[in-house]
């Protein structure tokens, strides 16, 4: 079993810059990809930014220039950089991988975009 913890939400104000990190249980090998999804009420929940374990990078449209996201594999970790925030960034971001055909989730982070 795989367990993912986020870390690193909270309160920011428009223009600013919050960086959320993602905590994997386990060492990930072979072929993977993980991203970061965002949800707020009564949406479905979208895909943010997306790396593979070859280091191939995909983000939505909403955020390209301004989110980076990237991962460590010493530490089993990945990040979400995230620059000159909006308010309609708000939303709960959740950390997803996908690994030999299962789908991993964690309990989600809540990033609030507000002055």
């Known amino acids: 079993q795989v367990q993912l913890v986020e870390s690193g939400g909270g309160l920011v104000q428009p223009g600013g810059s919050l960086r959320l990190s993602c905590a994997v249980s386990?060492?990930?090998?072979?072929?993977?990809?993980m991203g970061w999804y965002r949800q707020t009420p009564g949406k479905q929940r979208e895909l943010v930014a997306a790396?593979?374990?070859?280091?191939?990078?995909n983000y939505a449209d909403s955020v390209k220039g301004r989110f980076t996201i990237s991962k460590d594999n010493a530490k089993n970790a990945v990040y979400l950089q995230m620059n000159s925030l909006k308010p309609e960034d708000t939303a709960v971001y959740y950390c997803?991988?996908?690994?030999?055909?299962?789908?991993?989730w964690g309990k989600g982070s809540l990033v609030t975009v507000s002055s």
């Open positions: 790396v593979s374990s070859g280091g191939s990078t």
């Open positions: 997803n991988l996908g690994w030999y055909g299962m789908v991993y």
């Open positions: 386990r060492t990930i090998t072979s072929t993977y990809i």
